[in-house]
């Protein structure tokens, strides 16, 4: 059974920076396509940043180019979101999935997190 926790979100204030993990068990995430999306409230579920089984990375929202980076730790079975210069419009809560390849439809998603919460506020 694929399991995924999600850990890292709190409460930061504008310009300051937060790194998410999404810790994998039942499975490997190196073999899957790994995606972080985050839903604030009364809004969609969107899609940030996405890591493909090849190492290959994605960004899925033009927002956060240049400040939001995906990466992974295959000895540690983990996902991490290294997030920088956060704005207000960041905070939601942010969720790891897992499926066989990218892509910023989260319906296309079978496995997912509990999500952990961000919030961005001075």
């Known amino acids: 059974q694929l399991q995924i926790a999600e850990s890292g979100g709190g409460l930061v204030q504008p310009g300051g920076s937060l790194r998410l993990s999404c810790a994998a068990s039942?499975?490997?995430?190196?073999?899957?396509?790994i995606a972080w999306f985050r839903q604030a409230p009364g809004l969609e579920r969107e899609g940030v940043s996405c890591?493909?089984?090849?190492?290959?990375?994605?960004n899925l929202a033009d927002s956060v180019k240049g400040r939001f980076t995906i990466s992974r730790d295959n000895a540690k079975n983990t996902v991490y979101l290294q997030m920088n210069s956060l704005k207000p419009e960041d905070t939601g809560v942010y969720y790891c999935?897992?499926?066989?390849?990218?892509?910023?439809?989260?319906?296309?998603?079978?496995?997912w997190g509990q999500g952990t919460q961000v919030t961005v506020s001075s």
């Open positions: 890591i493909e089984s090849s190492g290959e990375t994605t």
């Open positions: 039942g499975f490997t995430v190196a073999h899957w396509a």
């Open positions: 999935a897992a499926d066989l390849r990218c892509t910023a439809a989260p319906q296309f998603f079978a496995s």
